[in-house]
T-cell receptor, first 112, second 114 residues
Framework: GENVEQHPSTLSVQEGDSAVIKCTYS??????FPWYKQELGKRPQLIID?????GEKKDQRIAVTLNKTAKHFSLHITETQPEDSAVYFC???????????FGKGTRLSVIA | DVKVTQSSRYLVKRTGEKVFLECVQD?????MFWYRQDPGLGLRLIYF???????EKGDIPEGYSVSREKKERFSLILESASTNQTSMYLC?????????????FGDGTRLSIL
């Protein structure tokens, strides 16, 4: 089955710097890759997603890139702010009634 | 907007009790999921269901069962609660009628077994 590895497990950056979180997946049939942000005490919420027919997607300060050949995808946050501090999860999905497979999460701390 | 509602935010139960965690979604989603979340271990899938009365084991089903009698409701059951089941439990739902749709999560239930 699918396996998703996520790195790093913790990340600290200075406010205004960029943050990058990387994930690899094992199942070449996976074709949907969402990213979730979970603030302390709150539910995971979708922040951006990418489909396998697209190499990059941006939404303001957040971007995701996908390399299907290498089977890895990354989350990029530019101009980080303290409110970006949270746990971020990547996930992969193949079509049909199969669940998302999540990475173990990255705890991002943005230091003011 | 999708609403996934978990019946309790906090729950305290005793070892050996039968515990029910309830989840309701209002978007007519056919797929529903139960996860537990522990520090450093991420989101681990317990059970999921892709239709009424259907259930599939996830990665850590031992000690749990589920019930899906109605499409909007998915219940997680701890048959005989143990202290190692103290955790945060998250419910989620989605549809696969349209491809590549995200899962939507509830607020979670923090369960303590004493």
């Amino acid at each position: 089955g699918e396996n998703v590895e996520q790195h790093p497990s913790t990340l600290s950056v200075q406010e205004g710097d960029s943050a990058v979180i990387k994930c690899t997946y094992s199942d070449s049939a996976s074709n949907y890759f969402p990213w979730y942000k979970q603030e302390l005490g709150k539910r995971p919420q979708l922040i951006i997603d990418i489909r396998s027919n697209v190499g990059e997607k941006k939404d303001q300060r957040i971007a995701v890139t996908l390399n299907k050949t290498a089977k890895h995808f990354s989350l990029h946050i530019t101009e980080t702010q303290p409110e970006d501090s949270a746990v971020y999860f990547c996930a992969a999905h193949r079509s049909g009634n199969t669940p998302l497979v999540f990475g173990k999460g990255t705890r991002l701390s943005v230091i003011a | 907007d999708v609403k996934v509602t978990q019946s309790s935010r906090y729950l305290v139960k005793r070892t050996g009790e039968k515990v029910f965690l309830e989840c309701v979604q209002d978007m007519d989603h056919e797929n529903m999921f139960w996860y537990r979340q522990d520090p450093g271990l991420g989101l681990r899938l317990i059970y999921f269901s892709y239709d009424v009365k259907m259930k599939e084991k996830g990665d850590i089903p031992e000690g749990y069962s589920v019930s899906r009698e109605k499409k909007e409701r998915f219940s997680l059951i701890l048959e005989s609660a143990s202290t190692n089941q103290t955790s945060m439990y998250l419910c989620a739902s989605t549809t696969y009628r349209v491809s590549n749709q995200p899962q939507h999560f509830g607020d979670g239930t923090r369960l303590s077994i004493l």
